[in-house]
């Protein structure tokens, strides 16, 4: 069983930077490819950025260029740096893991979840 617990969300002004990180209690981060999702207030779920088990990134249009995914395998933690931060950008972030070589942003391609962190920029 894989457990995801996000941490590093908080209240920030419009510009500013946070981030998020995710620790899984797996001896297999490896094998795991692992996405960060949002959800903001009234809406659906989306995708923000994935990063596969051999390392290949993607990112949502809307995050591109001011977000960064990555991982570091030696702590089983994901890490989602997030800069120039807009009011838009407030959510409820989660990250996500499937142990399989994968690279995308649907929420049913994941099958592991963490229970969230929330993010919230002010203007």
């Known amino acids: 069983q894989v457990q995801l617990v996000e941490s590093g969300g908080g209240s920030v002004q419009a510009g500013g930077s946070l981030r998020l990180s995710c620790a899984a209690s797996?001896?297999?981060?490896?094998?795991?490819?692992m996405a960060w999702f949002r959800q903001p207030p009234g809406k659906e779920r989306e995708g923000v950025a994935a990063l596969s088990s051999d390392g290949y990134t993607y990112y949502a249009d809307s995050v591109q260029g001011r977000f960064t995914i990555s991982r570091d395998n030696a702590k089983s933690t994901l890490y989602l740096q997030m800069d120039s931060l807009k009011p838009e950008d407030t959510a409820m972030y989660y990250c996500?893991?499937?142990?399989?070589?994968?690279?995308?942003?649907?929420?049913?391609?994941?099958?592991?979840w963490g229970q969230g962190t929330q993010v919230t920029v002010s203007s």
């Open positions: 996500a893991a499937v142990r399989a070589r994968f690279l995308g942003l649907g929420t049913s391609s994941y099958n592991y």
């Open positions: 797996v001896y297999i981060f490896r094998s795991l490819s």
